[in-house]
């Protein structure tokens, strides 16, 4: 079993629709959880990161954490065709080691 | 954001010679650098860790004498893979994070090695 589960997609979807990206884990250690957006050859951009459980909002992003289920999401509001990329999550225990998902590839058409 | 460079952004290479890779943190200093690598479809996963002036800790199953890092100044580390074989062939990423910043890396651009 993998450390992180992330469904690689396509998610392809609507202009202005919400989108709602996942992953689990299974190692308890980890306490920092990320997401990543990555461009086709480029390397990845943090969008976001969690300390524990919660959520986090930043403008059209939120993202949640619930340890209790090993499950983090990442929402997207009112997407646009800028957005399609891969988005990776990733999460650390501490020590800087990032574990990443396989990324899941999110296609919005205009 | 903090900025980090690679280069070359791409190299072919012959079977059997080395490449190197430049991994330049721009506009702060990295105390600690980081090497990926990516098969396509698949995640990153983590080679090595080196911190600027001491040896490499490299994760398990990554031949330490294949993929040679040097993480000589607080801006500069570089990865050579040895002796390139075609299954060496892949995305290899890196990353760069300052002292005190426990979760934030700065990724560069990513560098495309195919080996013939």
């Known amino acids: 079993q993998k450390e992180v589960e992330q469904d690689p997609g396509p998610l392809s979807v609507p202009e202005g629709a919400i989108v709602s990206l996942n992953c689990t884990y299974s190692n308890s250690a980890f306490q920092y959880f990320m997401w990543y957006r990555q461009y086709s050859r480029k390397g990845p951009e943090l969008l976001m990161y969690t300390y524990s459980s919660g959520n986090k909002e930043d403008g059209r992003f939120t993202a949640q954490v619930d340890k209790s289920s090993k499950y983090i999401s990442l929402f997207i509001r009112d997407s646009q065709p800028s957005d399609s990329a891969t988005y990776l999550c990733?999460?650390?225990?501490?020590?800087?080691?990032?574990?990443f998902g396989t990324g899941t590839r999110l296609l919005v058409s205009p | 954001g903090a900025v980090v460079s690679q280069h070359p952004s791409r190299v072919i290479c012959k079977s059997g010679t080395s490449v190197k890779i430049e991994c330049r943190s721009l506009?702060?200093?990295?105390?600690?650098m980081f090497w990926y690598r990516q098969f396509p479809k698949q995640s990153l996963m983590l080679m090595a860790t080196s911190n600027e002036g001491s040896k490499a800790t490299y994760e398990q199953g990554v031949e330490k004498d294949k993929f040679l890092i040097n993480h000589a100044s607080l801006t500069l580390s570089t990865l050579t893979v040895t002796s390139a074989h075609p299954e060496d062939s892949s995305f290899y990423i890196c990353s760069a994070s300052s002292a005190g910043e426990t979760y934030e890396q700065y990724f560069g651009p990513g560098t495309r090695l195919t080996v013939t």
């Open positions: 990733a999460m650390d225990s501490g020590f800087q080691k990032l574990v």
């Open positions: 506009d702060f200093q990295a105390t600690t």
